[in-house]
């Protein structure tokens, strides 16, 4: 079966850095646009940053533009967001996710287009 496996989240304080990673398995990972997406306490889920299957396009969200980089190992079937510069408004369980795309240049912002989801992990920045 298709799986999606994050970890990685943890406590730590403003400023501060952190690294999440996600392993997957059942499904052709250099077909599928990879994404990050968040969803604190009353909130919507948003999206963070998305990554297209060829690893040659990224898109961020403006909160983390320039802050946040993701990346992908096709070898590996992993996808890695590194979060630099933390601050307490990154608080949120974080999502890693898969979106069957047509193109190896085609990155996905759109929360709907995603075929697959993880369980998330807990990040949280103190002040």
């Known amino acids: 079966q298709v799986q999606l496996v994050e970890s990685g989240g943890g406590l730590v304080q403003a400023g501060g850095s952190l690294r999440l990673s996600c392993a997957t398995s059942?499904?052709?990972?250099?077909?599928?646009?990879m994404g990050w997406f968040r969803q604190a306490p009353g909130k919507e889920r948003e999206f963070v940053a998305t990554?297209?299957?060829?690893?040659?396009?990224?898109v961020n969200a403006g909160s983390v533009k320039g802050r946040f980089t993701i990346s992908r190992d096709n070898a590996k079937n992993t996808v890695s967001l590194q979060m630099n510069s933390l601050k307490p408004e990154d608080t949120a369980v974080y999502y890693c996710?898969?979106?069957?795309?047509?193109?190896?240049?085609?990155?996905?912002?759109?929360?709907?287009?995603?075929?697959?989801w993880g369980q998330g992990t807990q990040v949280t920045v103190s002040s």
């Open positions: 996710a898969a979106a069957l795309a047509s193109s190896p240049t085609r990155a996905e912002i759109r929360t709907t287009a995603y075929d697959y």
């Open positions: 990554i297209s299957w060829g690893g040659l396009s990224t």
């Open positions: 059942g499904f052709t990972f250099n077909s599928y646009a």
